[in-house]
């Protein structure tokens, strides 16, 4: 995940909403480090990874798999550059916004400005994927 923006909004709403279990990936272990620090259920597991890189893909598989029997949800938001988003902030409760609220946030952005920043990302996201792929055969 490139955690400042989509990554993070997403890992929390997943942890903020019941996930058992939400593994995050990044380059930056204090990036990685902060959004535990934002979340206020004790569920987001970092790993730290270098997407470019297969080798540390994989060794950010075996970290997850260790912990893990299988994955329920992949969301490959990895990428540099692209949109500036940010995302939604607390409610005024100082909760979380929920997996509805942070849809509708992202819901207004244009399809072609979307592809326009992310259609070349379809490289780094297919290698990301594949990571995983044994551990969604192993939940079977």
């Given at each position: 995940f490139h955690l400042p923006g989509l990554g993070r909004s997403t890992a929390l709403a997943l942890a903020e909403n019941g996930a058992a279990?939400?593994?995050?990936?990044?380059r930056r272990e204090e990036?990685?480090?902060e959004t535990v620090s934002l979340s206020k259920k004790d569920t987001i597991i970092p790993v730290q990874a270098d997407i470019t890189s297969k080798g540390s893909l994989q060794a950010a598989y075996e970290t997850v798999a260790a912990q893990t029997e299988?994955?329920?949800?992949?969301i490959a938001s990895s990428g540099y550059g692209g949109l500036p988003m940010s995302p939604p902030g607390p409610k005024p409760d100082g909760s979380i916004p929920s997996l509805l609220e942070f849809r509708d946030h992202l819901w207004v952005l244009s399809r072609r400005r979307f592809r326009k920043a992310y259609?070349?990302?379809?490289?780094?996201d297919f290698f990301?994927?594949?990571c995983?792929?044994?551990?969604?055969?192993?939940?079977?």
């Open positions: 279990k939400v593994f995050i990936l990044g990036v990685l480090q299988h994955v329920d949800l992949l259609g070349n990302q379809r490289e780094r990301h994927r594949c995983i792929l044994a551990s969604a055969q192993r939940s079977k």
